[in-house]
């Protein structure tokens, strides 16, 4: 009975291990808005990091959350940097690259994990079609990995979404132009 019992279960690792193995190294996630701005107002916001603290849905979500800004202001090197509880590990996000007025490539560090993200600005019927998009790679024996991106689609999609709808609303603020940005938190 023990080795029955014994059997199946390692009937049912190799099982998982080989369907790992199937399940794609590269993840993408990607969600879009329409936003009725202009690419060099969506450009000035997406490229300055102290735009993003004022829309992105997990600072909102969580107004406590520790954070601060490195680097420049805005474009090349900016940097987000956050800690969501006390006890856990810093977090960034860095700006790498931009092309002016349609992309803002980013880096995403988290425990010990890096992700490309971008914003990517294209004219489209009624605006400019924004989106926010990521990119994973998994290593070719990083099963948990694979596994963990078959659920990350629809966590980090519903994030990236309503992001995009918090940033409509906060642009909403200065028709016409960038918000005007608060007084620093220092």
Partial sequence: MVRKLFGILL???????????????????????????SPEVLFEVLSDLHHFTQWAPWLVRN????WRLEGPDSG??????????????????RIVGTTPPERVELIL????????????VTPDEGGQRVSWGMRAQFGALDLVGRYVGLILPGLIGKDYREGLERLEDYLEQSPGGAPQLPASRD
């Fill in 11 to 37: 009937a049912m690792i190799v099982v998982l291990i080989v369907i790992g193995f199937m399940l794609p190294t590269t993840l993408v996630v990607e969600r879009s808005r329409v936003i009725d701005r």
């Fill in 63 to 66: 107004p406590d959350m520790d």
């Fill in 76 to 93: 090349v090197g900016a940097t987000l940097v956050w800690r969501e509880t006390p006890e856990s590990g810093e977090s960034r996000l």
């Fill in 109 to 120: 560090e988290m425990a010990d994990t890096e992700f490309d993200n971008w914003f990517h």
